[in-house]
């Protein structure tokens, strides 16, 4: 059993560091920091910059008034000291009129530096530089396309300082890149750094995730670490010089990435970051696009460097040091039958079919056989039996003179066409006309495949473009429902407040009614009490108080006046009562004047009992209507909190067609990326065979004309040649 692994140190917080360094004077011993003032917040603590693994503090030295950067950690380390020390020195090394910038900052590791409670701690005590991070930089400056264009240029300068010298930083991002006042980068923090002194050590960090190779895992760590981020920052850089409205569109404010995150190297097919880029007119932003989109799925040990994205003389007119030269494979040359520009975008393909060699003929006719030698003398021979014939005279000479010569020129033909460089070469030209003509035109096989590339690049660019169109409409559906349901809360809201704010005036109102009531009541109930016979008006004695009872006149109450009538038939005004119902009535005896009469003593009645009828309502009296208001405001406030209920229910449907319409857009945006990444990668594939088919058609047609020669020195006349001088 080997030892046990030794615990891990336990480190103190940001805020306890920040409580320590309250006090200077006593949490530190070294003479820069002791009694060093601290930057404050506005509640007098120390202001800290607090990252994963550690807080930053600003301190100016109260002996020399110089201000530092410190470093307290927050997390254990492995190796820390021996990295910091191992950093410390490879950077110390570094000749700063050889760099393209000053952007390497000093800094001293100081273990047992500060006491928190009763512990002492380590910290990195670096210089501090006025500057701003790359992202800030750029939200003020990304209109400037010069500037912009000439600072990737120098970040491109830095990654090759950082090449040349074997050093990889780990975590290159926006907020580890600094901008000087003099548009010149800075680089902080080096506590995933890479120098050659750690190989075998392993990474302690894996870098910011929206820089980072969706590939890079625990055990990178070398000096590849940082290509692929160096990559998505040039290209952002770049694209945002040629096309400043990029970041506008792309970046988020106080976003945590330049123009592209972690999501779009993962997904680039679903991605609307790097589509937008890849759609982009200008070649330069789609194409570095392009070459980061085929990086992201690339071992870091096989990624090129940044150094391939910039010609050699203009790295050499905008930088000071010289740029390494790219290794063989990623240079601007075909490396095994591919073109420099496709390394890296499809996968490794097999060697091209060469054209299958000659047979080993040689030119024209060599070593003599038999047949050959045979031929030879036949030839001498049957010319002198030709002369014979003639002289001898045998008739038809001419007839007789040629069978002889026909004989040798026809054993001739078979002579030849027994000779092995004949038969070779008829096999030869038969076999490579036949393989010239198995393969296409590569002219019209580039032309086709340009316009299907064309045809599918346009597709692809109005696919792209309407992509953010349909998301467009949809938010914009979204948000006139969400208009058209705080309309129609308003107008109900309002309707309920008009009607609440009414309330009140109902319950005066009723309240007035009620009391009325009560007091015509009050008087009905005096005028009821005063009977006519009991106390008689002035004039209406027994025998008119029984008219009027007959006629139902009985109290006070039982009438309300009187109408002056004409009685035609005396020639005299009388009079009518009118009831308390509603009719008038005639009483025998009543005239105009008893009836004046009757009508004063009820109403002297009528304001004696007014003058002491009740003023207001008791408690019990006004509660049942108040009780009905407050139902009724209580209903009406129900109302209102239900409306606001029923569109928060709208809007939460709005929200929900809304992020259903987006996920099948994303869904249907990712497949369609997906094909048209196959697509590329078919394309791609086919410029390939089709760069292979070229040059294999170029090497048959070479070769049919080759052994079209050959054969021509393989002739009849060659081989009557050949066969008396031998050659």
Avoid at 30 to 43: F, N, Q, S
Avoid at 415 to 437: F, G, I, N, P, V
Avoid at 682 to 705: K, M, P
Wanted: proline share 6%; charged share 25%; net charge positive.
């Amino acid at each position: 059993m080997g030892s046990p692994t030794a615990p891990q140190r336990q480190f103190p917080s940001g805020a306890a560091y920040a409580e320590a360094l309250q006090h200077t004077q006593l949490c530190f011993q070294h003479p820069e920091l002791k009694g060093a003032r601290p930057e404050l917040t506005k509640l007098g603590l120390p202001r800290a910059i607090s990252g994963a693994f550690a807080s930053v503090f600003s301190l100016t030295s109260a002996t020399s008034g110089r201000r530092y950067a410190v470093k307290c950690f927050t997390r254990y380390v492995p190796d820390q000291e021996r990295r910091y020390q191992a950093i410390s020195a490879r950077l110390a090394r570094l000749d700063r009129a050889e760099l393209s910038q000053p952007w390497n900052l000093g800094f001293d590791y100081l273990p047992d530096a500060i006491t928190v409670g009763q512990e002492r701690y380590p910290v990195l005590k670096m210089e501090w530089i006025e500057a701003v991070t790359l992202s800030s930089w750029l939200d003020d400056n990304h209109g400037d396309r010069f500037a912009v264009d000439r600072l990737a240029d120098r970040f491109a300068a830095l990654t090759s300082d950082l090449s040349q010298h074997e050093i990889a930083h780990g975590d290159l991002q926006h907020g580890n890149l600094l901008v000087a006042s003099d548009d010149t980068l800075r680089l902080v923090d080096y506590d995933g750094m890479y120098v050659p002194a750690l190989s075998g050590l392993g990474g302690t960090e894996r870098g910011h995730r929206n820089y980072q190779s969706p590939l890079r895992g625990n055990d990178d760590f070398g000096v590849t670490l940082d290509r692929f981020s160096a990559w998505v920052i040039f290209m952002s850089l770049k694209a945002i010089a040629t096309d400043p409205a990029l970041w506008s569109r792309l970046h988020e404010p106080s976003g945590e990435f330049l123009l592209l995150t972690e999501e779009d190297f993962k997904s680039p097919g679903g991605s609307t970051g790097l589509q937008t880029l890849l759609a982009h007119p200008d070649r330069t932003v789609s194409g570095l696009a392009d070459r980061l989109r085929s990086l992201a799925f690339q071992p870091l040990d096989r990624l090129p460097p940044l150094s391939d994205a910039i010609p050699k003389q203009r790295m050499a007119a905008r930088t000071t040091t010289k740029t390494p030269a790219p290794p063989a494979a990623t240079a601007s040359g075909s490396t095994g039958g591919l073109p420099g520009w496709m390394n890296g975008h499809v996968p490794p393909q097999a060697a091209a079919p060469s054209a299958a060699p000659l047979g080993a003929v040689p030119d024209g006719f060599r070593t003599r056989t038999a047949l050959d030698v045979v031929t030879a003398l036949l030839w001498p021979l049957l010319l002198a039996v030709t002369c014979l014939l003639v002289v001898a005279g045998v008739p038809q000479p001419l007839i007789g003179a040629g069978v002889p010569v026909l004989v040798a020129a026809v054993i001739t033909v078979f002579a030849r066409s027994r000779r092995a460089e004949q038969t070779q070469s008829r096999a030869d030209l038969a076999r490579l006309t036949k393989q010239l003509a198995q393969l296409d035109d590569p002219a019209k096989a580039a032309e086709k495949l340009r316009k299907e590339k064309t045809k599918f690049d346009a597709e692809e660019a109005k696919r792209a473009a309407a992509y953010p169109k349909e998301q467009d409409k949809l938010k914009a559906r979204y948000h006139g429902e969400l208009k058209e349901a705080e309309q129609r809360k308003a107008r109900k809201q309002r309707d309920l407040s008009k009607k609440i704010d009414g309330l009140s005036e109902d319950l005066r109102r009723a309240l007035s009614k009620a009391l009325a009531d009560k007091q015509s009541t009050f008087v009905r109930d005096r005028l009821v009490q005063r009977r006519i016979a009991q106390s008689p008006p002035h004039g209406i004695g027994p025998k008119l108080t029984a008219h009027l009872a007959a006629a139902g006149i009985r109290t006070a109450a039982d009438f309300t006046g009187y109408r002056t009538v004409l009685n035609s038939s005396y020639n005299s005004t009388g009079a009518e009562l009118k009831l308390s119902t509603g009719g008038f009535v005639n009483i025998p005896g009543i005239g105009e004047a008893k009836a004046i009469a009757l009508d004063v003593w009820r109403k002297d009645l009528v304001n004696s009992a007014v003058a002491r009828q009740p003023g207001d309502l008791s408690a019990a009296e006004r509660k049942p209507f108040e009780q009905d208001n407050a139902r009724r405001r209580a209903q009406l406030v129900d109302q209102r909190k239900a409306v606001e209920s029923a569109t928060e229910s709208l809007r939460e449907k709005a929200r929900k067609q809304l992020e259903d319409g987006q996920n099948r857009l994303a869904r249907e945006h990712t497949l369609a990326g997906e094909r048209a990444g196959l697509r590329r990668q078919e394309f791609s594939q086919r410029a390939v065979a089709l760069q292979q088919n070229s040059a294999l058609h170029g090497a048959l047609s070479d070769s049919v004309d080759a052994a079209k020669l050959r054969r021509r020195g393989l002739s009849y006349a060659r081989y009557v040649r050949f066969l008396y001088i031998g050659r």
